[in-house]
């Protein structure tokens, strides 16, 4: 089983975005919902809900982003 960096994902009220991904990328988070829905038991998520978690995961372990973010407050 692999080690995916998400869990599973927070059902929230969806918010509308309009983004264009370069095909590789679109495969890879088409290819990541489908491993992340086998671990955790769900059916594969989709592509647009993995979007969030992922930024957030990336900005939360930045530690050049919060070390910048702390030194503006």
């Known amino acids: 089983m692999a080690k995916l960096k998400l869990a599973t994902i927070a059902d929230d009220k969806p918010v ?3 983004l264009e991904l370069p095909a590789p990328l679109h495969r890879d988070l088409v290819k990541y919902g489908e491993i992340l ?4 038991g769900r059916p594969s998520a989709d592509p647009l809900r993995l979007i969030v978690p ?4 990336f900005i939360a372990t930045d530690r050049g982003f919060a070390k910048a973010k702390k ?3």
Do not use: D, N
Request: glycine share 8%; net charge negative.
């Open 16 to 18: 509308k975005i309009t």
């Open 37 to 40: 829905g086998r671990e955790t």
């Open 54 to 57: 992922m930024l957030e995961r």
């Open 71 to 73: 030194e503006e407050a």
